[in-house]
């Protein structure tokens, strides 16, 4: 068993309401597997295909949409680097979804996939609660060389992917 496999499973099933982090996770998953069920399905015929690829990227640039139209809000509660890195985001998906939109091949859809995947993975990993100031932060033990907890992470090295299909 994969050991994303439960935090997968949890998104199957709408999120039950107060959790912002965990109804984006869910909604980006959900319209993953609606872009992967477009790209996987074996439709005979070309046109119908491209209608069906077409539908699901409409479906994931509302979504997106959305995000960006709370990102751009004054009050917005998203820290402020945080919120630069999703509007980046938010436009390279939109111009990434135009050129699919026009040409809906499966290279195109998997890299929108793979953007989904990767965002709700990280918004599975929020504390339910989103009061956690009285609640001891942890520090994790730094390898000699480096000089505190301030320092910037390295640059990943890696992308994570989730097998929704799983």
Not at 43 to 55: E, G, V
Not at 79 to 84: A, D, T
Request: proline content about 10%; some cysteine.
């Amino acid at each position: 068993m994969p050991p994303y496999e439960n935090q997968v499973r949890k998104y199957e099933r709408r999120p039950e309401a107060g959790n912002p982090a965990q109804t984006e996770a869910w909604a980006l998953i959900e319209a993953a597997k609606r872009l992967a069920m477009s790209i996987m399905d074996d439709i005979q015929d070309p046109q119908t295909a491209k209608d069906a690829r077409k539908a699901a990227l409409r479906l994931n640039w509302r979504l997106w949409t959305i995000f960006q139209a709370e990102l751009t809000l004054e009050h917005s509660e998203v820290p402020e680097e945080i919120r630069i890195n999703m509007l980046t985001l938010c436009k390279f998906v939109d111009k990434h979804t135009v050129g699919a939109l026009v040409n809906p091949t499966p290279e195109a859809i998997t890299v929108l996939i793979d953007i989904n995947r990767n965002i709700a993975a990280g918004l599975a990993q929020i504390p339910e609660t989103a009061d956690t100031s009285d609640q001891p932060s942890a520090k994790l033990p730094q390898p000699s060389g480096q000089n505190s907890v301030d320092d910037q992470p390295p640059p990943p090295t890696e992308r994570l992917n989730i097998d929704t299909e799983a």
